[in-house]
């Protein structure tokens, strides 16, 4: 009896050690698949929260862009306005230029038409008039010129016309031609006095 129960205890104690080796490679198991499953859930919130980040970072992105663009707007309208400002300041001066100034303007014009007939047409904006005494001077100088009693309404300074070519020496006509390099060099000067420019 003794041996039947030796057996019966031998085969009760293999059965628990094949138990208690199932238990634990079902705890390692179970193990395993809870970590991979915990990593799993990690790598998705990882992925998630840096998917809400990029998204975070793509909006501050595209609203510091359009910030910028709007304050490089509002710049570029302010130089505009100041550019504009500069430029009726000029033409307003340049209606004021004194006779003896204009009278030179009117013999540089001369001077690159060279001994033609031409005709002399004067803007009614001038607010000097040359004298009787600088007429007669441009007509001794320039015998070949006429000088038309009509002014061009709206308009300062004068046109030159030699033959079907009119020369246009108009205030506004002087500064549009030299528009481009004011313009340049006043926003190089205003970014130079705002610090951008250093």
Do not use: C, W
């Not at 998705?44 to 359009?66: C, M």
């Not at 000097?128 to 009509?150: G, M, V």
């Amino acid at each position: 009896m003794a041996t039947i129960e030796a057996i019966k205890e031998q085969i009760l104690d293999k059965i628990r050690q094949e138990e208690k080796e199932k238990l634990t490679a079902d705890k390692r198991q179970v193990a395993e698949h809870t970590a991979k499953k915990e990593q799993a859930i990690a790598d998705d919130l990882t992925a998630r929260k840096q998917a809400i980040e990029r998204k975070y970072q793509q909006r501050v992105q595209t609203q510091l862009q359009q910030f910028n663009a709007q304050q490089r707007h509002q710049e570029l309208q302010q130089q505009d306005r100041l550019m504009q400002d500069v430029f009726k300041g000029a033409l307003e001066k340049l209606h004021a230029l004194p006779e003896d100034q204009l009278l030179k303007l009117v013999k540089q014009a001369l001077q690159t038409v060279g001994d033609q007939p031409s005709e002399l047409r004067f803007g009614a904006l001038n607010q000097a008039e040359l004298s009787k005494d600088a007429f007669d001077q441009l007509k001794a100088d320039y015998p070949k010129l006429t000088i038309s009693t009509e002014t061009m309404p709206r308009v300062g300074g004068f046109i030159l016309s030699q033959s079907a070519v009119d020369y246009n020496y108009t205030y506004q006509a002087l500064l549009d031609e030299q528009a481009d390099g004011l313009s340049a060099r006043f926003l190089a000067e205003v970014a130079k006095a705002s610090g951008e420019g250093e």
